[in-house]
Every structure is written in structure tokens, then in C-alpha cells.
């Protein structure tokens, strides 16, 4: 693929926004073709959300074995994970090796966000601009930007008065920080929350934890790997992954078929102890049709509530804790003594579903008509997911069209991949990308090496220009609408609908048919000769 030079060096084959585990593979595959290729990444380093999310407790909820690149079996050999769930910095020290084991670090340009993204279509090119400085030109532009990467901050009256730290667990510092001592409070009962409170309120003086919805939460009962384990499952790991490709959520592990309501009660109530025992999301594959049956997810959601009441010893604080929805309309949670911890004389509960937190005051958070007096405040509300990092750039496609207008209504893309419009734009896991329904890394992989191939083919063919036909992306968002509307995961209000940020449109935005339905689709549409793309 020839280069114009009109722009010098800063002109390339291909520009990547975001150095996470999509824009690191994505520079591999692209090096590995002989195209110019750069990243842009806000952070200081390699990572995406493990270089951000730093916060106490921060902890991947799939399994180490699985949480991990499979596209150089060199590399999955010789990496070692030391626990079944990695901890951050564990994570991040894995980014930070690939980095260095591939080079990769000298094409991409860290400390630089990109504000804008332009098509030009007489050029074919995309111009890239960042907040300060760098401006790139490239004939792709492919959006790494992550699922969970842009921070979302309550619209709470008077955040910005208090006095002491705030910590928005998504932009965690990076020096450690000591809450020995301290009043803290902490806003939100989702995962980042359910990982940190445990650790924040063995430290602190006193936790005030403000809850709004409470969650379900399995736990993990992590612990080191034994070495055997490892072994076997690094010497089988090809059929591990190859395994994991046919289940829905792309993971291996106990995922069964059968319905909840088609086995006695006794059958059912040993299935979901073993399962809490072994611990984590494979939990939720006890049967097929948790997610679908209502009558069935109320047998797993009675069960968790069961247990909560069972290690939480006030029974009214327990009550408070249990969940009233669904089990799996929120993304499930992954914890370490997360109820337990209320047992504890420091830590207290205060319930703002009916009643919401008035305001944050210069000396802490005001609810139900008092002041709790903290000195640190920890805001746990997670992120503007699945579209914040797109709608963040200002993006423009061929008719001068904004993205942030044409998805004001909500988003649509064609298989997660690209859009309508925005010719040679592609996004890794977009909405409509099974992403986080699935194990992100072999998502990722997945969608890379479509990008790749897709670049690869269009060189072959003498192609320069790529784009998703209106029709295929309408069909294939019906397509992710339907599916959701099939079963019970739009019942709750959750990130995946827009929920959870103030002013968003409420639209299912990942795609729930499974990992194996989502390839094939794709294999579909590249043996069909990029069917609903049009190729110029
Ligand atoms: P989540 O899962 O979006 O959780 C955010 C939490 O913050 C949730 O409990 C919210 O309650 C709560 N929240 C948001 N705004 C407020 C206000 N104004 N007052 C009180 N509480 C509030 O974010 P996480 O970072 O925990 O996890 C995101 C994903 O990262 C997670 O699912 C994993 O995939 C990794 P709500 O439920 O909206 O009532």
C-alpha cells in the first residue's frame, strides 16, 4: 500500500487510537503486513483501562489462563500468572511485557489524546488531531478505544466543593494511597466498588458506603495457581482455546445446555452450591436459560440472596444488601469478602435508593438530611461504557457527518466492526461486537485479525476504499436488538443499555447472541467477499 508523503512522516498506512490489547495486537498484525502503522494513546504507557484502573482491589473477573493474548503460543507459554485472577498490576505488568517483547513502544505515541478524526474524501485519508500538538494522516484509522475507558461522574450537587480527595476509581492515582485512619466514603455498589471496599475499610477509620442499587456478587475464592494446574493447562492450551471459541461468552469452563425448571429443586440447589464453591461467572452457567427464563433466573437470584443472608449477620443490613432484580441484568460481580466486610464496626451502609444523596459538602456527603463527615471521598460509578470513547472524538466520515450526532438517538454499527458512512473507519469491539459479553482478549484477537485480513485483502485486490452499507448495518443492528429483547437482560437498567449515564440514549448496544454465532457471521461476510461492505 503506497503513502502520498504529502504528509512526511507523520502520513501512514494506518492509525490506531488506543494502546490497550486492541491497538498493541492490531501494530503487531499491521508490522507483520509491512504497513506504517502508529498509535495514539491518552496514557503514559501501554494497558488501555489496566494503565487507568489502579483503584484497591482492581482485579480482572476471567481467569489468568484465559485473560490472556493466544496469537504466539511462544508468548502464552512462557508468561506466568501467579494467581487465578490477576490483580492489576499484574495485568499491566503482562501489557508492559508484550510491549517490550514485540517493540512496541517506538510506533506508538503516548501523552496524547486525540480530539478529532477527519475523512477526507477526495485523499481517501483520515486526519487525526490531538489536544496538543501531533496531527496524523492515515488511509485507515481504527478506533481502539475500549469498552470501559471513559470515566463516568455522578451529577451530584456540589461534587466539586469538597475539600478533601476525590478518587474516581476509573483514574485511580498512581502513587499508592493509605486510607489508614481516615473517614472514607465511597459512591457506587458496582464491581470497581464491590473489589475496593473490602480493602478500603481494612484500612480506614470509617467507611460510609452509598448504595443505590445493590448487586449480586459470586465470589471468587482466588488464590495462587498451583504449578501443576498450570502446567496441564499451558500443554493443552490449543484445545483450551479452541474449546473456549465454541461457548457463548468465549470461555472455557462448565457451560450447560439444560433448563433450570427441567431438574427437582434439590438437583438445582446442589448444582448453584458447587458452583458458588468453585466461585466466579461460570456460575451463571449452571443452565442455559438463566438469562431467558424469568421463573429460572428467580432460582439462582433466591439462591445469592440466600447466601448474602448468610454472611451477613444483621438481618436488616442484609436485607438492605440483597439485590431485587434480576441476577445478570447488571454485569455479575466477582468479589473477595464483599458482604462479609459489613460485618465490620467501621463500615456502614447507607441505602439512597429512595431517598439520593442531597449533595457533597466541603466535609463529606449529605443524605437523608445529615452530613457524614469524611476525608477522602471515593466516586465508583463507572463508566460512560461502549460509545464515551467514540463519542469523546469528534469524528467525521465522508459527508461531514459527526458521530456524536448520528448516534444521538443511539448507536449502529455494522458487526461492531465499522460504519455506514465512515469509510475505512474501523472500531475494535464497537457496539454491536459481542465484547463485553465475552473473554475481551480473544475478542479482540478475533476482531484484529478481521481488520488485518480485511487490509490485507483490499492491498490484494487493488482497494482503497471500505465501507458498510446502510442496509447490512441497519440488518445487523435489528439483529442485536432482537436478540437482547429475547431475554431477560434488558429488564434492568445497566450500562449496557446507556443506563447509568444521565442523558444517554437507552439502546442494547453489545451483542448478546454468543461468541461462535458472532464469528461465524463475520467468516460469512468475508467469504461472501465482504458482503455489506462496498469495496472501491
Ligand atoms: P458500574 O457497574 O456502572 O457501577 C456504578 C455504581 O455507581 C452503581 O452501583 C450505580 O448505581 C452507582 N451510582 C451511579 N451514580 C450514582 C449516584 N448519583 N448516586 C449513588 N450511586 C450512584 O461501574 P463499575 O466501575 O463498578 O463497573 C463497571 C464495569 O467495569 C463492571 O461491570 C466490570 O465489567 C468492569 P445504580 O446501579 O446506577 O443505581
Not at 493474548?69 to 503482562?94: G, H, K, M, V
Not at 446442589?270 to 452457567?285: K, Q, T
Not at 482503497?464 to 448495518?473: F, G, H, L, N
Amino acid at each position: 500500500m503506497e503513502d502520498s508523503g504529502a504528509m512526511g512522516e507523520r502520513d501512514y498506512d494506518v492509525a490506531i487510537v488506543g494502546a490497550g490489547f486492541a491497538g498493541m495486537y492490531l501494530l503487531h498484525r499491521l508490522r507483520g503486513l509491512g504497513l506504517r502503522a502508529r498509535v495514539i494513546e491518552a496514557g503514559g504507557d501501554v494497558g488501555g483501562t489496566w494503565y487507568w484502573n489502579r483503584y484497591p482491589g482492581a482485579r480482572c473477573d476471567i481467569e489468568s489462563m484465559q485473560y490472556s493474548y493466544q496469537f504466539d503460543d511462544a508468548l502464552q507459554q512462557e508468561w506466568c500468572w501467579s494467581q487465578r485472577y490477576a490483580a492489576q498490576p499484574e495485568i499491566l505488568q503482562y501489557a508492559q511485557h508484550v510491549a517490550d517483547r514485540y517493540d512496541l513502544r517506538r510506533d506508538i505515541q503516548f501523552n496524547t489524546r486525540i480530539k478529532s478524526a477527519r475523512y477526507d474524501e477526495a485523499a481517501s485519508r483520515w486526519t487525526l488531531e490531538a489536544e496538543v500538538g501531533a496531527t496524523i494522516a492515515a488511509r485507515f484509522c481504527v478506533m481502539a478505544t475500549g469498552c470501559l475507558s471513559v470515566a463516568n461522574w455522578p451529577r451530584i450537587e456540589g461534587l466539586k466543593s469538597f475539600a478533601g480527595p476525590t478518587y474516581h476509581t476509573a483514574l485511580w492515582p498512581h502513587e499508592p494511597i493509605d486510607f489508614t485512619g481516615q473517614r472514607v466514603a465511597v459512591i457506587g455498589t458496582g464491581s470497581s466498588a464491590i473489589q475496593s471496599i473490602p480493602l478500603i475499610a481494612e484500612q480506614a477509620a470509617e467507611l460510609f458506603v452509598f448504595q443505590r442499587t445493590p448487586n449480586y456478587a459470586i465470589p471468587a475464592h482466588n488464590a495462587p495457581l498451583d504449578a501443576e494446574y498450570v502446567k496441564d493447562f499451558k500443554a493443552n492450551y490449543a484445545q483450551i482455546r479452541a474449546e473456549a471459541k465454541q461457548t457463548p461468552p468465549g470461555i472455557y469452563g462448565r457451560f450447560r445446555q439444560g433448563k433450570a425448571m427441567e431438574v427437582t429443586p434439590a438437583e438445582r440447589q446442589a448444582e448453584y452450591e458447587r458452583r458458588w464453591a468453585d466461585g466466579g461467572l461460570a456460575f451463571m452457567g449452571s443452565y442455559g436459560d438463566l438469562m431467558f427464563s424469568q421463573e429460572s433466573n428467580d432460582t439462582v437470584a433466591d439462591f445469592v440472596r440466600a447466601k448474602i443472608r448468610e454472611i451477613v449477620e444483621d438481618p436488616e443490613l442484609a436485607q438492605t444488601l440483597c439485590p431485587g432484580n434480576i441476577i445478570g441484568g447488571k454485569r455479575l460481580c466477582v468479589d473477595t469478602n464483599y458482604f462479609a466486610t459489613f460485618n465490620r464496626d467501621n463500615v456502614h451502609l447507607i441505602d439512597v435508593r429512595e431517598q439520593p444523596i442531597e449533595a457533597i459538602t466541603a466535609t463529606g456527603v449529605r443524605a437523608h438530611g445529615r452530613n457524614f463527615a469524611v476525608d477522602a471521598l471515593v466516586i465508583a460509578t463507572g463508566f460512560d461504557a461502549m460509545t464515551g470513547a467514540l463519542t469523546n472524538i469528534d469524528i467525521h466520515g465522508r459527508d461531514g457527518d459527526g458521530l456524536r450526532q448520528r448516534w444521538a438517538a443511539g448507536p449502529s454499527s455494522y458487526l461492531g466492526l465499522a460504519m455506514a458512512d465512515f469509510p475505512n473507519l474501523f472500531t475494535v469491539t464497537g457496539p454491536g461486537s459481542p465484547s463485553v459479553f465475552t473473554n475481551m482478549i480473544p475478542t479482540i484477537e478475533q476482531h484484529v485479525d478481521w481488520i488485518a485480513d480485511c487490509i490485507a485483502y483490499m492491498r490484494a485486490h487493488d482497494y482503497t476504499v471500505i465501507e458498510a452499507e446502510p442496509d447490512a448495518q441497519a440488518a445487523w443492528w435489528d439483529h442485536v436488538q432482537d436478540v437482547a429483547a429475547a431475554g431477560l437482560k434488558t429488564s434492568t437498567d445497566s450500562w449496557y443499555l446507556g443506563a447509568n449515564v444521565e442523558g444517554k440514549a437507552r439502546v442494547f448496544m453489545p451483542y448478546y447472541g454468543g461468541f461462535p454465532d458472532y464469528c461465524r457471521k463475520c467468516e460469512e461476510v468475508v467469504a461472501g467477499g465482504y458482503a455489506g461492505f462496498a469495496l472501491r
